[in-house]
């Protein structure tokens, strides 16, 4: 009886694989951190792997030098790869793109608008303020196209049309950047990556990687959005909501739908390609669980100006005990700190304070029901009942820990919410190669 094979799902997160937060994020350590969880995989199971699929975090850019990315050794018994002549990853959390500076960039030909953190313009504000750093390098990509591109040995990089959106200035109904418009404006246009349709193949590993073989089929790297919504979104009428450190909705548009092919920077939601050219239509706020752990912060940072400790755990199981027996609130609270893409320059604000509304279970209870609440300003739920939608599963570490946030969410949709089936890019990214490898099986 032949053994049963095996595919393997990469997610290169913002907070899972990772080793430091903010703006540039050494990449060294991520792979290091890859290599780390590889290396906690049963290693019979490795040596069956018949395909990789890899996800990453969107938005993000870094550098390499074409030949010199990567060195393979070995690791104990294990060969790896170790990052060369690479640069740090600049992240979607990047902030250095401000309004007057993006102002002054040129009109994508997209229905995607060009925020901070997005590839293209990082790539834009480094010409503008590091040109010399850019001449180090001839090759860029995300995080999970780097990877791709070491494990495969590729001489150019490969990208879905799913990371290419995410990066700017690509237009997804002729699967094409906007060359000339990237040329007139002096942008090196080199750097860009060849782009494939999701699902694809990008290549084989040209080396043994810890147990597995040398040759396995690598897919062309994919969005960790449209990974998580495909390892959970089982029918069409079915929309996705993400609450960990930011907050994504995400529906699934019709077949054929297009979305207008000019960008409007101030729309709250935007339509990202998923797969077989079809679209996620997805509001994504800044502003989620990250606000809960600034506002625990506070509290602690406050106790201790006070010349009190306590832990942040602590704090942070205390305040959604408290919003539990607090069931309602007249407070408000809009928890824009982080502004959002769409209104870069908004911030947070408090209302309808009363000397009733004082407590920390109200103030958490209403910042909880904020969050919810700026999530339907951007996309309101009815619009989902007109899209089809008949029900939400609920994920992610902020909505799994927190039953306050949850029953806010309940509170909010006007229908059924699904806790049970947290999404995970990783699994997504291993179904999509899978469904690919059943697919060769049947012709």
């Excluded at 504000?125 to 990877?147: C, H, M, R």
């Excluded at 996309?379 to 009942?385: D, E, I, N, T, Y």
Aim: overall charge negative; aromatic content about 8%.
């Amino acid at each position: 009886m032949a053994a049963r094979s095996v595919t393997l799902g990469i997610d290169l997160g913002t907070t899972s694989v990772k080793a430091a937060l903010g703006q540039e994020q050494d990449v060294r350590r991520l792979i290091q951190a890859l290599h780390e969880c590889l290396a906690a995989l049963p290693r019979q199971q490795l040596c069956k792997v018949c395909g990789i699929g890899v996800s990453g975090q969107m938005h993000g850019v870094m550098f390499w030098k074409t030949g010199q990315g990567c060195e393979w050794t070995k690791a104990g018994a294990a060969p790896v790869f170790e990052p060369r002549a690479v640069s740090h990853l600049v992240t979607w959390q990047d902030g250095r793109c401000g309004s007057k500076f993006l102002a002054s960039l040129p009109r994508p030909e997209s229905h995607l608008s060009v925020a901070t953190g997005f590839g293209c313009a990082t790539i834009f504000w480094l010409l503008k303020n590091s040109p010399e750093f850019l001449k180090s390098y001839d090759a860029a990509g995300t995080i999970q196209d780097y990877v791709v591109a070491m494990l495969c040995g590729l001489t150019r990089p490969l990208m879905s049309d799913q990371n290419a959106a995410s990066w700017g200035y690509f237009n997804t109904r002729s699967q094409s950047w906007n060359l000339e418009i990237l040329r007139d404006a002096g942008f090196p246009v080199h750097l860009l990556p060849d782009v494939t349709e999701p699902g694809n193949v990008a290549g084989r590993t040209s080396q043994a990687w810890f147990e597995i073989p040398k040759g396995t089929q690598v897919g062309v790297a994919l969005g960790d959005l449209q990974a998580s919504v495909y390892s959970c979104m089982a029918q069409r009428t079915d929309a996705v909501l993400n609450i960990s450190t930011s907050v994504q909705l995400v529906a699934s548009m019709p077949s054929g739908f297009q979305p207008a092919q000019t960008p409007d920077p101030a729309a709250p939601v935007a339509y990202f390609p998923y797969f077989d050219r079809t679209y996620l239509a997805v509001a994504a706020s800044l502003n989620g669980g990250n606000v809960l752990a600034m506002f625990v912060h506070m509290l602690v940072q406050w106790m201790a100006d006070l010349g009190l400790e306590v832990e942040e755990s602590t704090v942070y199981s205390r305040m959604i005990q408290a919003a539990a027996q607090q069931r309602d609130t007249c407070l408000t609270i809009t928890p824009t700190v982080l502004g959002e893409r769409h209104l870069p320059d908004q911030l947070a604000s408090v209302t309808s304070i009363s000397s009733s509304d004082l407590s920390l279970g109200h103030v958490t209870r209403a910042l909880c029901r904020g969050i919810v609440q700026n999530l339907h300003s951007m996309l309101p739920f009815q619009q989902l009942q007109e899209w089809g939608v008949e029900r939400v599963i609920g994920s992610g570490s902020a909505l799994s820990r927190n039953e306050v946030l949850k029953q806010e969410v309940q509170r909010a949709f006007p229908f059924p919410v699904s806790y049970g089936q947290d999404v995970d890019a990783a699994v997504g990214a291993a179904l999509v190669m899978l469904q690919r490898n059943l697919n060769q099986q049947e012709y």
